[in-house]
């Protein structure tokens, strides 16, 4: 039995007790309908606000008029075109803008992407370092206190509104990486559920899969006896799944929107990985998706999480029943078929949801899996709790799901 | 049907959608075996420091010893003695110090009460009104920023720890208030487990009841298809139904006193809270029962809250089912009997870790219901959520538990 294996095995059989933690989470969540106009208290008269945001369909849902309407007496700039994944190149230029208009708050208005890129910007405004990418890829580097930031959310999924990571990619280098800055929480985020109400169904399918992948990388890991957690985790995964075919539908209901765009900040504020495990291979996988073939993130979960769980079945057994039992109250008493079940239930869920669940089905084949394993390879990378996904691991979870 | 009675009937029947809400939580958890030592990094070397405690427990089990060495450098000022239900002239004595000796920082070691008191100093010490009284009664005063203050929790049940609220007792007039300071979190609070081996059963007990009466608070109300917050909420009552036989047994498991410990914190640190109605109805008469009679909080509320159920069962009858069916699995197709189950199992559950639930086990009267409703008609008090629990009601309700 190798160290990996080892550490893993003491960790159920033994010491499966919950992991020591710290939590800290000092964002001000303003939630509701109308509560757009409340930004003309939570931004002062005084600032020099950057106002951030992507392709423009702020401009058609309504969302953009009721900002500039509450903040109404700021001097504002404005900062547009950041895309989806946000680019590395495309953030540099508003970070000279911040530096050179003296910006002090930046509001950001948009979906993970956008509040992600803000980020990023914010922090790079404060650094006085000649290369910033070390941000995102030193490790050791000091994260700079960044300009102060809210946001206006208007695409439920990554939860960036409620926590101090981000995801950054650079096309020019084909590469996507998560960075954290103890000090980036946003300041405030507004959440008004009526804006989902307004958003094309392949994004709120996006937002599904992201969510309900988050909640599993905090939950299907070592079973370490956190009732809480699990329970918790549980009823995010259970909201997803009863308000699905709401959502989908022609008219969402208020109360489906509002539920999701929660389940969306709950699923990664801290709130559910509170002394557990934690995975992030089916991310990390996914990431290199993005970054090589260009589909959606939340389309490359879809691939990839049940691919995970069936290759890594055994190392999360007891968790995998528990989500069999728990999440989708599979009965079955062959605890082996029961697994099986909960599997192809969440394989369908994604694809009831109009996601393709494997890889031929964007034409995607060998040649990128080769590629995947051999950067996991070159780069050392074992992802999942206690690194139980090696690069061959990695190679198998992709050939199961091809 | 009077005013009271339309907004419930519209609120069930046809703006049953989530309220809007507001969320800030900055206090920084620090959980774990071992972690009282990190208050070497937490508190400032240069911090002049009361140490606020009760009846010396601590010095018993050992806390005191670990926070004195982590601290060790610092200029400590000790305040011992705060009572359970911590009395206004006890906490003025401890204001006077934090002004003579410009305290800059306040640590409580214990709790709920403990830290209850410690907001009440913090505030008081940093206002100039003479009537310092007024902070708890007077909802129009604005309180000030408090002095830092921060906790080593050894009695999980109130959540003070993570919270802006205090109740505060003044034996000399048998009066018990609740106060809320918006800027009056704690900086961060200490929560180590194994400190719950050293507590008497009575406290486990009363903290037990304590966590499950604040979650049926927020929990029991209006159906406002909130599935988060009754996911969670149904969460945090499982996880103290299936740990307190290990809580009240000789020797509980640190993971029982783990979920113990963090049922605690996350029962009223208003994460299960966002966007439901709430009720309070048992806390505020628990209240007076224990200002008027002396019993424990956690005693009080293990009489009032199957009252509360049964009495109010029509106006809580689409969550009191869902407790039945969710909380405590039952499946009698019988919607009433169904419901009757679940309050006999709620006070069963009660009875079953040592809590009397009638207010005749403890010799109290027809004289202390008549006071409490007259208080109740003097105060104008109407309460539990949108005001449906009459002075009329809180009668009822003490009647069904005599």
Redesign the interface.
């Known amino acids: 039995m190798n160290r990996r294996l080892l550490i893993l095995y003491l960790n159920n059989k033994y010491i499966?007790?919950?992991?020591?933690?710290?939590?800290?989470?000092?964002?001000?969540?303003?939630?509701?309908?109308?509560?757009i106009a409340r930004l003309s208290d939570l931004v002062g008269q005084d600032k020099k606000v950057l106002l951030t945001y992507g392709g423009g369909s702020i401009k058609r849902n309504g969302v953009y008029e009721q900002v500039i309407a509450a903040l109404k007496g700021r001097e504002i700039t404005e900062f547009g075109g950041i895309e989806a994944n946000p680019d590395y190149d495309t953030l540099i230029k508003a970070v000279e803008i911040c530096k050179q208009k003296k910006i002090d708050f930046i509001l950001a208005v948009g979906g993970g992407s956008i509040i992600d890129g803000t980020k990023f910007i914010a922090a790079a405004a404060k650094c006085d370092c000649e290369d910033t990418w070390k941000l995102i890829t030193d490790k050791s580097f000091k994260m700079p206190v960044p300009i102060d930031f809210g946001a206006v959310l208007t695409l439920p999924a990554t939860a960036s509104e409620m926590n101090n990571g981000a995801v950054i990619s650079r096309r020019a280098t084909k590469e996507k990486f998560a960075f954290h800055n103890p000090d980036g929480f946003p300041c405030f985020s507004i959440l008004d559920p009526t804006v989902v109400l307004s958003l094309p169904k392949k994004q709120i399918s996006n937002g599904i899969v992201d969510i309900y992948a988050h909640t599993l990388e905090q939950y299907l890991t070592t079973c370490l006896?956190?009732?809480?957690m699990?329970?918790?985790a549980?009823?995010?995964l259970?909201?997803l799944i009863?308000?699905a075919p709401n959502l989908m539908s022609d008219n969402p209901s208020?109360?489906s929107c509002?539920?999701f765009m929660?389940?969306a900040t709950?699923g990664l504020n801290g709130?559910i990985s509170?002394?557990v495990d934690e995975d992030w291979a089916t991310h990390m996988i996914g990431h290199e998706l993005t970054a090589l073939c260009g589909l959606d993130h939340g389309e490359t979960l879809a691939i990839v999480h049940p691919g995970v769980m069936a290759v890594m079945r055994q190392e999360k057994h007891g968790k995998l029943l528990q989500y069999a039992r728990r999440v989708w109250n599979i009965t079955e008493s062959d605890q082996e078929k029961a697994i099986d079940m909960a599997i192809e239930k969440t394989e369908n869920f994604f694809r009831s949801i109009g996601k393709k669940t494997r890889l031929g089905e964007y034409g995607i084949g060998n040649d990128i899996i080769d590629t995947i394993v051999e950067r996991f390879e070159q780069r050392g990378w074992a992802v999942g709790e206690h690194g139980i996904v090696t690069p061959e691991k990695t190679r198998q979870i992709l050939e199961r799901v091809k």
């Open positions: 499966s007790c919950m992991n020591n933690f710290e939590f800290r989470n000092p964002t001000r969540l303003v939630f509701g309908k109308g509560q006896d956190t009732k809480v699990d329970y918790w549980e009823g995010l259970k909201t009863e308000e208020y109360d509002a539920n929660l389940t709950m709130f509170m002394g």
